[in-house]
């Protein structure tokens, strides 16, 4: 026997999960990383924290992705609790405009990595370095 409780914390099986990873990135220079993620790849700043008077050192922020998620971004510094080395980072990012973006990014003399490529497993995607050396991936590939 299912009480209603039980059927309404239940999503059904055609529902995508609410978004719950956040990548996270170190930059060395995180103020510049965060203007070229937004105003070249699309993401939306939503929160930014600095270290007191030091408004260079970036000790937190997060940008969202238009279609749901986002990444958290730092400077570059030494934390016990979070030991992460600038330029290491990879991600994929789904979009529905690959090409548009794509463009954008050639457009702004992004290094690119992939060339849009029409994928077997059916995503259109491209791959590119940020200025940090920072892997980005960009398909429509959703996941399964």
């Given amino acids: 026997m ?14 995508k999960p609410p978004v719950g990873v956040w990548p996270a990135f170190r930059y060395r220079d995180a103020k510049a990383a965060i203007e070229f993620l937004t105003t ?12 007191g008077e030091n408004t ?3 000790t937190h922020a997060e940008l969202r992705w238009p279609l749901g998620g986002g990444i958290m971004l730092g400077s570059d510094r030494e934390s016990p609790s979070w030991p992460s080395t600038a330029g290491q980072g990879a991600t994929y990012v789904v979009t529905d405009d690959p090409d548009a973006l794509h463009a954008k990014a050639v457009d702004a003399g992004v ?3 992939q060339e849009l490529t029409d994928q077997d497993y059916g995503s259109r995607e491209f ?5 940090e050396g920072n892997l980005w991936s960009f398909g429509t590939y959703v996941g399964t």
């Fill in 56 to 58: 260079d050192l970036i």
């Fill in 40 to 51: 070249v790849l699309g993401f939306e700043e939503s929160a930014v924290h600095t270290d």
């Fill in 111 to 113: 290094s690119v990595v």
């Fill in 2 to 15: 299912t009480d209603e409780a039980d059927t309404q914390k239940t999503p059904p099986s055609d529902a």
């Fill in 127 to 131: 791959s590119i370095r940020d200025p």
